[in-house]
């Protein structure tokens, strides 16, 4: 049974940090690529940030990009994605996401879901 298991969402003020993790299980993790959404009452699920199987490549929303970081450790299987530099529009449910294909990640259709973690940023 595959699990995806995200956690560290909280309050933060804004121009803070704050850093969630996922740990995927029952499956090998260095078969999938990653992924972190994120998601506001009454709209779609979106697309955040994405790490290919070996950590080679990364690709990031334009909202996000030179604010959040998404390292994965395979031997750990975890991913994580490091926020700074917050602000009160990032704040959403986050949801991590595996998929063997890079794309999937990136179109926002991984096979396998998190169920989330609500990350909150005052102003």
Known sequence: QVQVVESGGGLVQAGGSLRLSCAASGRTFSNDAMGWFRQAPGKEREFVA????????????????????????????????????????????????ADPAFQSIVVVTPRYWGQGTQVNVSS
């Not at 070996?54 to 990009?65: E, I, L, M, R, T």
């Not at 959403?92 to 996401?97: L, M, S």
């Open 50 to 97: 994405a790490i290919s199987r070996g950590g080679g490549s990364q690709y990031y929303a334009d909202s996000v990009k030179g604010r959040f970081t998404i390292p994965r450790d395979n031997a750990k299987n975890t991913v994580d994605l490091q926020m700074s530099s917050l602000t009160p529009e990032d704040t959403d449910v986050y949801y991590c996401g």
